[in-house]
């Protein structure tokens, strides 16, 4: 039997259909339910922040776990936006851009990508979703709502 090294291991065993691949939108079928949503930094911080909180309120203090103290401080650290309204800010941007995966609109939030150029390269599947026009007024304005904090 030959076993091609050059591929991930994972490639050796499952077919391609059904491996996931971020750069395909290729996710779990849990990933697909409604009721399953792709958090930004930003937003995984606030919970984290919320819940670190909430044990510093009690009266015996929980030891937070190292776990989640290095996932608070790497959310803390790359985090674009501040507070939650300009959070709510930036999600309602995408209200209207029904095409866009969830996968995409956290990336987007995430990457803050200043040129429609940067966008399509680090998000390749935005390919030709929306007109580079539309596009770019959409990253204006993350970025505004990014500046104005």
């Not at 779990?28 to 606030?46: G, R, T, Y």
């Not at 941007?93 to 029904?98: E, M, N, Q, S, V």
């Not at 200043?114 to 390749?124: H, S, Y």
Request: aromatic residues 10%.
């Amino acid at each position: 039997m030959y076993i091609d090294e050059s591929k991930p291991f994972l490639s050796k065993f499952v077919p391609e259909e059904f491996q996931e691949d971020s750069s395909k939108l290729r996710f779990p079928k849990e990933f697909d339910a409604n009721d399953c949503h792709a958090l930004m930094i930003s937003e995984v911080f606030l919970l984290l922040d919320h819940r670190k909180k909430q044990s510093e309120e009690k009266v015996e203090i929980e030891e937070m776990s190292p776990v989640f103290m290095n996932t608070y401080e790497y959310t803390k650290r790359f985090l674009k936006f501040k507070n939650r309204e300009n959070i709510r800010a930036v999600r309602g941007l995408f209200a209207d851009k029904t095409m866009l995966h969830k996968f995409e609109v956290a990336q987007l939030g995430n990457l803050t990508p200043e040129t429609v150029d940067e966008a399509k390269t680090l998000i390749p599947t935005l390919g030709n979703k929306m007109s580079d026009d539309i596009l770019e007024e959409l990253l204006k304005d993350i970025m505004t709502k990014r500046t104005f904090q």
